[in-house]
Each structure stands twice: as C-alpha cells, then as structure tokens.
C-alpha cells in the first residue's frame, strides 16, 4: 500500500491560524503587534524568496515583518551595529538572520550578537544550549531552531504525541541549523537516535534500521526505496533545485520519493512537506519571543 503523505502545508495553515489569533490577541492588549525582521546580506536569488515569503506570511498572521537587505559588501561590524540595533528596539521582537552569510563575514559572532530572548531561529549558543540540557519536556519560552521542530511537530501529528517513544530514529546531517537540533528533539521524545553524515559506513544499512528516517543532507533524491525499512515514517527536509528537460527546473528533497511512497508509512513531499512548517514555527518562534518579553518586563518593551 502506498504511504500517507504527511501535508505539511494543512498543518502549517493550521499552525499560522492559531499564531494569527494569540498575535491579534497580544496586539489588543499591549497596543504593538508581534515584530519580526529578517536580514537578508548579499543577492541570492533563492534566499531573498524565502525571505519574501517569511515577511509576507508574517503579515498575515499579524505579525509586523520588516526585510532588511543589505550589500553583499557589508562588512561584520556593520552586521553587528544593525543587530545592536534591533536589539534595543522594542517593537522588535524576533531577529532572524538569513544564513549562510557571505563568506568573508564572522556568522559565528553574528549569531551570537543577537539578543537571545529575540533569536527566534534558537542559533544562539544560549538557546543551543538550553536546547541540549532540557530533558523531555522544553522550557516554554525556549526557542526552538524551526526546521527540526517542525519535524517533530509532524511526527507527533503522524505517530500521536506518545508515538515517537522507542523509535530508532536515524538523522542523516549534523549541521546546527538541521541534525543537531533535530537529534537533541528526537532524543527528548523518547527515541533511540543516531546521527549519520558524510562520514558514516553503509548509510543505507544503517538506515534500513530506522523507525524514523529524517533526511537533512542536501544532496538531491539521495535516499532510496531499498533504504527505508517497511513501514518506517520518513521526513524529508532536503530542498535541492534540479534542471528539468525543458529547460525549466523543480524542487526535489533528499529522498526518492517515488520510491520511498512504496515501502513507508508515511512521508513528508517536497515541496510541502517540513519548508511550510519550518516558516509557521518562525513566527511562532516571534510570538513566544513577544509574550515573553511582557512577562520579563510587564510592557512590550524587553528593556
Ligand atoms: N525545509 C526547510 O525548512 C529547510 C531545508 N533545508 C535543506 O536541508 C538540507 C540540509 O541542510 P543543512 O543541514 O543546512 O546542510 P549542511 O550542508 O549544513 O549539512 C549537510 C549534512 O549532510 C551530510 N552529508 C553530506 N553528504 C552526505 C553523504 N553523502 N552521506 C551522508 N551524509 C552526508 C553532511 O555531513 P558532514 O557533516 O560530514 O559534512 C552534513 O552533516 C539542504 O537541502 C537544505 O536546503 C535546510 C534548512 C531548512
Ligand atoms: N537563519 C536561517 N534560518 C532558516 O530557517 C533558514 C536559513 N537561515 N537559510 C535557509 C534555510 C532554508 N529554509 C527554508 C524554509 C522554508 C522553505 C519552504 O517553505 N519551502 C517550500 C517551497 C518554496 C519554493 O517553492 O521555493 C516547500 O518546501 O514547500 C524552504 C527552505 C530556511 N532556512
């Protein structure tokens, strides 16, 4: 039998929905909507449209986004005075900065400059490492790098909330943005988990093994059919172009989906699967980063 598609794009709706009335709810009692900016450095083509999209879906869950574009020329100490800035603004309350940043900037000192309380992508070592020491359940206020959590959200919403414990859940990649967050999630849900990437002998083996599959690599239809063990629940987080024949181009994830649709339970597609989901959790991510900021201070105002 074929697998269930896992619809993330219904469940980011879902998620945006109910961002859209705590966020019209914040807005009436503090007098400040929910605000979120993104900084985009440099002119890639593929990220400034991930980034029109975060803005445009921020608006309309009444979220106030704001897309600051800077040169590819900017320097990191011009980064850092703008984040300095955002910093002290109290109508900002989530700052996220796209990455990767141009090679010749510090993204390390960069993420790190970024008020932790506003860092709604969870990379600041502060956030990264409250992720690591929380057991099975997370802070409230913590906030969580948004691709994995999206991740978990979906398995939870496939499996049930109680589904995940004992599952041996293999991540391919361990990137901060991606593996290792997704690992830390995986293994406060009750799961068994092993982190593979490039380094890893017989991947396929070792995924064959696995419940639960999250596939974070960035290498296009890598995973096939014979890879996943029947039954298992695949998440599929790459997003990779390819050129089609006719001169045009489709996104494709990590997993052979084709393939995969006949051995799974259940499958996220690409596109529609975690990239919807990753963008509703950011402005979730905005409005913990905003009602927390009330409550440390009594206004909208975190300092
Ligand atoms: N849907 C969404 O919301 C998001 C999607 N993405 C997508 O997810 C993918 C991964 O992103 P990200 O984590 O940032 O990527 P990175 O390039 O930072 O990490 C990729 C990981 O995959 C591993 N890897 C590479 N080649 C192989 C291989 N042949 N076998 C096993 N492991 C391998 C690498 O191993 P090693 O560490 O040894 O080099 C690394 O750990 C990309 O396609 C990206 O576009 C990313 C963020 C959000
Ligand atoms: N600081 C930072 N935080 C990030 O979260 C971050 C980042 N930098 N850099 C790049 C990656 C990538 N990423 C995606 C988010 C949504 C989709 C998404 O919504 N994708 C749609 C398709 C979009 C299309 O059609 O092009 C989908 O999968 O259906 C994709 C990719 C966030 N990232």
Redesign the pocket.
């Known amino acids: 039998m074929a697998a269930r598609i896992i619809d993330g794009k219904a469940e980011a709706a879902r998620l945006r929905a109910a961002v859209r009335d705590e966020a019209a709810a914040f807005t009436t009692r503090h007098g400040l909507a929910p605000g979120l900016r993104v900084i985009i450095v440099g002119d890639d083509p593929a990220s400034r449209a991930y980034v029109r999209t975060k803005t445009r879906m921020a608006a309309e869950a009444g979220i106030a986004g704001e897309l600051i574009e800077l040169p590819e020329t900017s320097t990191t100490v011009e980064l850092l005075s703008r984040i300095e800035r955002l910093n002290d603004d109290p109508a900002t309350h989530g700052i996220l900065v796209q990455?990767?940043l141009p090679a010749h900037m510090d993204a390390e000192a960069v993420l790190r400059a970024i008020d932790p309380g506003k860092d709604v992508d969870g990379f600041h070592p502060l956030n990264v490492g409250r992720l690591f020491s929380a057991g099975r359940s997370l802070p409230e206020d913590l906030l969580v790098p948004?691709?994995p959590w999206?991740c978990l959200h979906l398995l939870r919403t496939t499996l049930g909330s109680d589904g995940l414990a004992g599952c041996h859940a293999v991540v391919?990649?361990?990137?901060?943005?991606?593996?290792k967050p997704m690992a830390a999630l995986l293994l406060g849900a009750d799961c068994t988990v092993t982190v593979?990437?490039?380094?890893?002998r017989d991947?396929p083996e070792l995924c064959r093994r696995a419940d639960i599959l999250v596939?974070?690599?960035?290498?296009a239809e890598?995973v096939r059919g014979d890879w996943i063990k029947p039954g298992a629940v695949v998440i599929d987080?790459?997003?990779?172009r390819v050129a089609t024949g006719d001169g045009g181009s489709r996104l494709v994830?990590?997993v052979a989906f084709a393939e995969a649709i006949r051995v799974a339970d259940a499958i996220t597609p690409?596109p529609g699967?975690?990239?919807p989901?990753?963008?509703a959790c950011l402005l979730r991510n905005t409005l913990i980063a905003a009602q927390a900021s009330t409550r440390r201070t009594g206004s909208p105002a975190p300092r």
Do not use: Y
């Open positions: 990455l990767p948004c691709t999206g391919i990649g361990r990137s901060n943005i991606v593996g593979a990437h490039s380094r890893t991947l596939a974070a690599i960035g290498r890598m987080v790459g997003i990779n994830g990590d690409v699967g975690v990239g989901v990753t963008v």
